[in-house]
Nanobody, 118 residues
C-alpha cells in the first residue's frame, strides 16, 4: 500500500483546509484509514480514523471541527479541517491499517505541513 498525502499549507486561525490521502496498491485489504499529526517536540497523535465500513473516530481536540471522509471510487480519504486553531499546527500523516488475523500492518504516507497563524 502506498499513500500520497497532500493539501497542507499556511492559513490563519479560523480558516479551513482539506487534506487528501490517495491510496494505491493493495487497497482492497485496507481496514482502517486515518490521519495523525505531530507537532515539534510532541509525540505523534491520532486525529481521526475511518473504517472500511464508514465508522469514524475523532480526537476530542478536533471533534466538531474536523471531518474525515472517504471516496471509495477515488481510493482517497479526506480530512476537512474547519475553524483551525494555532494548536492544530503540525505535520499531518496519513495512515492505513491492514488486519490479517492477529497481525496488524501499518502504512504511512509522507507528512504534509499545516501551519496556522494567530
Amino acid at each position: 500500500v502506498q499513500l500520497q498525502a497532500s493539501g497542507g499549507g499556511l492559513v490563519q486561525a479560523g480558516e479551513s483546509l482539506r487534506l487528501s490521502c490517495a491510496a494505491s496498491g493493495s487497497i482492497f485489504s485496507i481496514n482502517v484509514m486515518g490521519w495523525y499529526r505531530q507537532a515539534p517536540g510532541k509525540q505523534r497523535e491520532l486525529v481521526a480514523t475511518i473504517t472500511s465500513g464508514g465508522s469514524t473516530n475523532y480526537a476530542n481536540s478536533v471533534k466538531g471541527r474536523f471531518t474525515i471522509s472517504r471516496d471509495n471510487a477515488k481510493n482517497t480519504v479526506y480530512l476537512q479541517m474547519d475553524s483551525l486553531k494555532p494548536e492544530d499546527a503540525a505535520v499531518y500523516y496519513c495512515n492505513a491499517l491492514i488486519f490479517r488475523g492477529s497481525v496488524r500492518t501499518s502504512f504511512w504516507g509522507q507528512g504534509t505541513q499545516v501551519t496556522v497563524s494567530s
